[in-house]
């Protein structure tokens, strides 16, 4: 699997995920327990123009405005969405934003494959996150999710300590790829 294809892979399912949300689901609760599915849905669009950004060595602020004050009842958020997923794929394309180092929403910088990493991993654990509140399921394909284990796991406890994941979930060793992601991330695979 090639580097650039990566986060477009990661975020697929997230795509076809978008247009089955129904508004009646937007307060549905989520495995992270600070989301709901409104929530997670303003996080994803309020992060996205700073992922794009660390593709482009660009450093892109967040927005001035706060995450909750994303308004998914006005305009055509899933197509809002959708787009910037389509901008976070081709962006990641580019061979250059897997080398040398990016900003991701502040001024440190930070290994551009590093940042690439989280990308997929974030968009993999928030796509099963709101696949889980919307009751269906998510695939990706085994090297995808192999890369996305080996990235979460060597960040993983300085993600505990900048309080981006929870406590760790023990997984079982031979568990499916994507349960361990969990497990790493704080969240437990076994959640309805």
């Known amino acids: 699997m090639s580097e650039t294809e990566r986060v477009a892979r990661a975020a697929e399912p997230l795509s076809k995920l978008l247009r089955t949300i129904e508004p009646d ?3 549905a609760p989520t495995p992270c327990a600070e989301f709901d599915v409104r929530a997670l849905l303003n996080h994803l669009l309020f992060w996205g123009p700073s992922l794009i950004g660390a593709a482009r060595k660009e450093a892109v602020a967040p927005p ?18 959708d787009t910037q997923l389509d901008d976070l794929a081709t962006a990641w394309r580019n061979p250059d934003a897997w080398q040398g180092v990016t900003h991701m929403g502040g001024p440190m ?3 551009a494959p590093l940042v690439g990493g989280m990308v997929v991993g974030e968009l993999i654990v928030h796509t099963w996150d709101l ?23 060597a960040t993983a406890d300085q993600g505990r300590q ?14 499916p790829l994507l349960d361990r992601i ?3 991330t704080g969240r437990d695979p076994a959640w309805k």
């Not at 889980?132 to 399921?137: K, S």
């Open 131 to 153: 696949a889980r509140a919307l009751g269906t399921t998510v695939d990706w394909d085994d090297a995808l999710l192999r890369y996305a284990h080996d990235e979460t796991a």
């Open 109 to 111: 910088e930070l290994p």
């Open 64 to 81: 001035a405005a706060a995450e909750s004050d994303v308004d998914l009842t006005e305009g055509d958020w899933p197509a809002a969405l």
């Open 182 to 184: 969990l497990g790493l």
């Open 25 to 27: 689901r937007l307060t």
């Open 162 to 175: 900048m309080g981006i994941y929870g406590p760790e979930i023990p997984v079982a060793p031979d568990a």
